[in-house]
Nanobody, 127 residues
Framework: QVQLVESGGGSVQAGGSLRLSCAVS????????LAWFRQAPGKEREGVGYRNNYHSSADYAASVKDRFTVSQDIDLRTLYLQMNSLKPEDSGMYYC????????????????????WGQGTQVTVSS
């Protein structure tokens, strides 16, 4: 079965960096949509960024563009989220997700497009 396991979360001061990892099994990193979402207390879950491995492209939420980068290592079967210039509003539970486009070859930052989810890893950014 598909398993996604996040790691790398923790506490960091504003302006610092963290790299989250998502170990992927049972799902090919060579195709499909691989994404990161986050949820802060009292807020809705929101998409952070994704890789479209049908087209080797990526996209990000406006709030994290130029600060966060989604990447992957196919050999290590791992998805990454590099987070730089962290802000307190970046705090929350971060989840990795995987899904297929079922013929469209397009990916979106919306929960409905992802069938498989990790348990999450906590990120806390203090000011």
């Amino acid at each position: 079965q598909v398993q996604l396991v996040e790691s790398g979360g923790g506490s960091v001061q504003a302006g610092g960096s963290l790299r989250l990892s998502c170990a992927v099994s049972g799902f090919s990193l060579r195709r499909g949509c691989l994404a990161w979402f986050r949820q802060a207390p009292g807020k809705e879950r929101e998409g952070v960024g994704y890789r479209n491995n049908y087209h080797s492209s990526a996209d990000y939420a406006a709030s994290v563009k130029d600060r966060f980068t989604v990447s992957q290592d196919i050999d290590l079967r791992t998805l990454y989220l590099q987070m730089n210039s962290l802000k307190p509003e970046d705090s929350g539970m971060y989840y990795c997700a995987a899904g297929l486009s079922y013929g469209s070859s397009r990916c979106y930052l919306a929960e409905a497009w992802y069938d498989h989810w990790g348990q999450g890893t906590q990120v806390t950014v203090s000011s």
